[in-house]
C-alpha cells in the first residue's frame, strides 16, 4: 500500500521537528534537554531554599559552604551560617523534596492507570490511613517515632482494605478499585473525627489539628534516612514501570490482548504507590494537591507518554514542594501549615493549568 | 494453525450461554470471516480466542502468537503514533519492559506496511477513524503474530477507508498469518475471506468456505431478513432487501 493514498498530514509539527533537528534537538535530546533544565532549576530552588529564611545567608556562602564537604574550601563564613545550612534548612528541603518527587510519581502513575486527570494519591485510601495511624501515635501520646510508625502501617492497612472491597465487589476493574478506595477514605476520615473528639482538648488535640495539615517543621536527617529507602525502593520500581503505565492506560481489555499482566502491574504499582505515600504522610503530615497538579504540569512540559512523564513529574515535584515549603516557614512570623499551602496555590493553580491546557495530552473524544 | 471443537460461553451463574456449538478451522493464509446479528456473541467468541475471556465447554487449539486490533482504543491520552504502535512490542516483555531500538525498528516497518510512516510522529488522536485503524492493525503487526484477530474493523468507517482495511488485511494474510474478523457486512467476507462463521443465538453455526456459506438462504435466516446475492458486472454482490 501506498501512503500516497491518503492525503497529507497538517505539517506544522513536521516542521517544528525538522526545526529541532536543525539544532541538533531530536525528539530523544529534547527530552535529555527537558530533565537537564529542569535539574539545573531544582538544583537552584534547593540553593534558593537554602540560603532563604529568618536568618538569611548569601548564595555565595550556600554554595561555599556545601562544596566544602567535598573540596578542601577555606571557611569565610560564620559557624552559625553554616549550622543553619546543614543542620537546619538542608534536612528539611531534602525531605520536602523527596515527599514532592513521591507525591508527583505517585499521581502520575495513578493518573495514567486510571485514566482519569482527576485522580491523586489520595484515591486509593491510603493518605486517610496513614492519617489516622498518625493521629492514633499523638492520641496515645506515644514518643513522636510511632507516628511515623503507625502511618506507614495504617497506609498499608488503608490498602488491604481498598484491596478488599474491591475484590469484594466482584469485580477486578478500576471502578471498584475506586470505590473501595473512596469507601476506606470515609471510614478512616470517620475515625481521624473519633479520635479528634476523644482528644485531650489541652494536648493531643491541637497536636493532632497541626499535624494533620501538614509540616516539614521537625523535619531531621533520621527523616530523610527513614523515608528514603521506601521512597526510592518504591519509586524505582514506578519508574521501571512506567512503559507498562503507557500500556494500562488504554484500558484492562486492550491491555491484556497486548500481553501485559494487568492484575500483578496494578498491583504492582497501588503497593508501590502505597508504600511512597505512607513515606510521605508518616514525617509531614497530609499533603494534598501536589500529586494532582504536578503531573498535569509535567504533561504540559513532555506530553503523555509516562516514560518522559515519570522522570519530569518527579523533578517538577521535588522543585515545588520545596518552594512552598520554602514560603511556608518564610511567608509570616509563624509557620504556615503546608497542607494548607499546597491546597490554597493547588487549587489556582489547577484552574490555571486546565486554562491553559485544556486537558492538553488528554484525548477529547 | 487454529482449530475450535464445539466451544461454548457463558457468563458465571448464567443459566443461558452466549454462544455454544462453535465450530471451526483456519490454516495460515487465510482469513475467517464472523457474521451475526447484534447479541450474537461475536466480540465474545472473539475475546475466547484471544483467551480474554475462559471457554465453558469445548478446545481451542491454537498454534502461533495471537495480536489483537479492537474496534478502536480508548486510551484517554494523546499519545503519539509512534508511541502508540510501539505498545505491542513491548506488553509482552513483562513488568519491567522497555521498548527497544529493535522495537522501534518494527514499529516503522509496521507502519510502513500500513502506509501511515509519514504519520509516525502525529497525534493519534487526531487522525481521522480510518487512520486509526489502520494503526492498530500496525499496533498488531508489531509483535509478530500468527494470528490476527479483528474486532468489527470496519464498523465506523466510509467505503474508501473499509476498502484499505480489506486490503490491509489481505495483505497481512498473503504474508502467511491467520486473519480473523467480525463484520455486519457479508459482502465483506465474500471478497476477501475464504472461510465464514455464521453465528447466531440457540441456532447452530454454520461454517465452511465463504462462497458456500454466504447464500441467500443462510443470510436470510440470519439475519431474519431476504437479502438477495448476485452479479453486477463483474462483481458478485450481496444487498438485503429492507422491508
Excluded at chain 2, 50 to 79: A, M, W
Excluded at chain 2, 214 to 237: D, F, H, M, T, V
Aim: charged fraction near 15%; glycine fraction near 8%.
Amino acid at each position: 500500500m501506498s501512503s500516497r493514498d491518503i492525503p497529507s498530514p497538517p505539517s506544522l509539527t513536521q516542521r517544528l521537528n525538522n526545526l529541532l533537528g536543525y539544532f541538533g534537538l531530536s525528539k530523544t535530546n529534547n527530552f535529555t534537554l527537558q530533565i537537564i533544565i529542569m535539574l539545573s532549576i531544582l538544583t537552584i530552588t534547593i540553593i534558593f531554599a537554602l540560603s532563604t529564611g529568618r536568618y538569611p545567608i548569601s548564595f555565595d556562602h550556600v554554595v561555599r559552604i556545601l562544596l566544602s564537604n567535598i573540596f578542601d574550601i577555606t571557611p569565610d563564613w560564620k559557624i552559625v551560617e553554616q549550622k543553619v545550612v546543614e543542620l537546619v534548612r538542608l534536612p528539611r528541603i531534602l525531605v520536602a523534596g523527596l515527599c514532592g518527587a513521591a507525591l508527583s510519581i505517585s499521581g502520575a502513575a495513578l493518573q495514567g492507570m486510571f485514566r482519569n486527570p482527576l485522580v491523586g494519591p489520595q484515591i486509593i485510601g491510603v493518605s486517610s490511613g496513614s492519617a489516622f495511624g498518625g493521629v492514633l501515635a499523638i492520641l496515645f501520646l506515644l514518643p513522636s517515632y510511632f507516628i511515623s510508625i503507625f502511618a506507614f502501617i495504617f497506609g498499608v492497612i488503608a490498602l488491604l482494605f481498598t484491596m478488599g472491597i474491591a475484590r469484594a465487589g466482584g469485580g477486578k476493574n478500576i471502578l471498584s478499585l475506586v470505590l473501595g478506595g473512596i469507601v476506606t477514605s470515609a471510614f478512616f476520615a470517620s475515625l481521624v473525627s473519633l479520635a479528634k473528639y476523644a482528644a485531650d482538648p489541652d494536648d493531643a488535640l491541637p497536636t493532632i489539628v497541626y499535624w494533620l495539615m501538614g509540616s516539614f517543621n521537625e523535619s531531621s536527617y533520621s527523616d530523610v534516612v527513614y523515608i528514603l529507602v521506601p521512597i526510592l525502593t518504591a519509586g524505582v520500581l514506578v519508574y521501571k514501570m512506567r512503559h507498562l503505565v503507557n500500556i494500562l492506560s488504554l484500558g484492562e481489555e486492550e491491555a491484556r490482548s497486548l500481553g501485559v499482566n494487568v492484575d500483578r502491574s496494578r498491583w504492582t504499582i497501588l503497593l508501590s504507590v502505597a508504600v511512597m505515600i505512607s513515606a510521605t504522610v508518616s514525617v509531614s503530615g497530609v499533603i494534598g494537591w501536589v500529586g494532582l497538579i504536578i503531573p498535569h504540569f509535567a504533561r504540559m512540559i513532555t506530553g503523555p507518554n509516562h516514560s518522559r512523564l515519570i522522570p519530569v513529574s518527579m523533578l517538577a515535584g521535588a522543585t515545588y514542594m520545596i518552594l512552598v515549603d520554602t514560603v511556608a516557614r518564610t511567608a509570616s512570623y509563624g509557620e504556615i501549615p503546608i497542607g494548607v499551602l499546597t491546597a490554597l496555590l493547588g487549587a489556582p493553580i489547577f484552574a490555571w493549568l486546565l486554562y491553559r491546557t485544556q486537558l492538553k495530552g488528554w484525548s477529547n473524544d | 494453525m487454529i482449530k475450535v471443537k464445539n466451544i461454548g460461553y457463558k457468563y458465571p451463574k448464567a443459566k443461558t450461554s452466549i454462544f455454544e456449538g462453535h465450530n471451526f478451522e483456519l490454516e495460515a493464509g487465510e482469513i475467517l470471516a464472523i457474521l451475526g446479528p447484534n447479541g450474537s456473541g461475536k466480540t465474545t467468541l472473539i475475546k475466547s480466542l484471544l483467551g480474554l475471556l475462559p471457554i465453558f465447554e469445548g478446545e481451542i487449539k491454537i498454534n502461533g502468537v495471537r495480536s489483537y486490533v479492537p474496534q478502536h482504543t480508548l486510551s484517554p491520552f494523546d499519545y503519539s503514533v509512534t508511541e502508540m504502535v510501539v505498545m505491542g512490542a513491548s506488553g509482552q516483555n513483562g513488568l519491567f519492559a522497555e521498548p527497544t531500538k529493535a522495537d522501534f525498528k518494527k514499529t516503522d516497518e509496521a507502519l510502513e506496511q500500513v502506509g501511515m510512516l509519514d504519520w509516525r510522529d502525529e497525534s493519534f488522536s487526531h487522525l481521522s477513524g480510518g487512520q486509526r485503524q489502520m494503526i492498530l492493525i500496525a499496533r498488531a503487526l508489531v509483535s509478530s503474530p500468527d494470528i490476527m484477530i479483528l474486532d468489527e474493523p470496519t464498523s465506523a468507517l466510509d467505503y474508501r477507508n473499509q476498502d484499505k482495511v480489506l486490503q490491509t488485511m489481505k495483505y497481512v494474510a498473503d504474508q502467511g498469518k491467520a486473519v480473523i474478523f467480525s463484520t455486519h457486512c457479508p459482502l465483506q467476507a465474500l471478497h476477501v475471506s475464504q472461510k465464514t462463521l455464521l453465528v447466531k443465538n440457540n441456532t447452530p453455526s454454520i461454517f465452511g468456505l465463504s462462497k458456500d456459506v454466504l447464500s441467500q438462504e443462510n443470510l436470510s435466516k440470519l439475519y431474519q431478513l431476504p437479502i438477495a446475492r448476485g452479479r453486477l458486472e463483474q462483481s458478485e454482490i450481496i444487498v438485503p432487501l429492507y422491508s
